[in-house]
């Protein structure tokens, strides 16, 4: 990353937290027209798709996979439950959430409960538990024994990540609550809840549709939009310059605005992720829904500059795995086993 960086203190960081309150407040006019404007579309093209089964599944599979960004939406606006910032009306916001979570495979108030924890975390290296893409430092790694390092190489592995990663977690991990197995019956009932009414609908395509629109339709729409968000998780987060600190000298909003990239796309890009690439402000202010961020960008440049990484940049990051404390970045294994070889 090459673009400028903002100033590295704490009170910097709590100081945006002030200015960016002003931007807090969802508009119901402006998120329902963004719920429509992603779900009709949505559901056209799962009834478009349907009907070209009719005619070729060489149509049909175009269809699905592009339907598969209008699903990221979908989770990008389940997101904005999450985090209250869709509704001014947390309960209304939160039923939204726990419907669209059937779209997109994810129980709503387990998820809720982890990515929250993901945002009060992020960062620490003596928080690693859950909700993140699990990092370890050069000397940590350095330390482990020969399948110790093979079972973390295996894990941050492309393939792994990217490849086998999403379909494991949106199609078996979702269906129980994990992370939160013994944190209470509201999280069962969230997972157990969202999978039966995955089941009575993938059970109606079925009986009226057979096996072709689950595999030609759902299983391609939600493989596309789940390898899409998987990644936009890591490259989020997982960058050269990004901000990790031990639990004495970690702060929240610091590593919230630092440890987050901006993720510039193409603006259809853009659109289709709902702003989500301006992780760096959302970090530092979860409350401001999607649709206010570009106004953030607009009134302040110096965080519209900060942290930019562009979609050539970002796949540069997929070869960094391990952090050095000492230069405090991101580095490939052959660069980090080159710095102990050094030591």
Known sequence: MTSPTLPTSAE????????????????????????AVTLIPFVALWALSWWALSVSWLLTLPLAVINGFFLVRIFAIQHDCGHSAFF?????????????????LTPYDVWRKVHSHHHSTSGNLDRREMGDIFTLTVDEYAQRSWFGKFGYRLYRNPIVLFVLAPGY?????????????????????????????????LGIMF???????????????????????????????????????????????????????????PSVLQWVTANIGVHHVHHLYSRIPFYRLTEVLRDHGELAQAQRLTIW????????????EGERRLLTFRQADQLVAAR
């Not at 940049?313 to 050095?324: G, I, Q, V, Y």
């Open 207 to 265: 009986y009226f549709g057979g096996l072709a629109p689950l595999l030609l339709i759902f299983v391609p729409t939600t493989l596309v939009a789940a390898t899409i968000g998987v990644w936009l998780f890591y490259v989020q987060h997982q960058f050269e310059e990004t901000h990790w600190d031990g639990a004495a000298d970690w702060q929240v909003h610091d590593a919230a605005l630092h440890g987050s990239s901006h993720y510039v796309m």
């Open 169 to 201: 977690l949106f199609f078996m991990q979702n269906r129980l609550p994990y992370g939160l197995m013994r944190a209470g019956f509201k999280y069962w009932l969230s997972a157990m809840g969202t999978n039966a009414a995955i089941v009575a609908i």
């Open 313 to 324: 940049e970002s796949f540069k990051s997929a070869r960094l795995h391990l952090w050095d």
């Open 88 to 104: 001014k009306n947390t309960k209304i916001g939160d039923w939204v959430g726990r419907v669209l979570g059937v779209l997109t």
């Open 12 to 35: 910097a960081a709590r100081n945006w937290v002030q200015i960016l309150a002003k931007y807090r407040d969802p508009s119901y006019a402006r998120s329902i027209f963004e719920l």
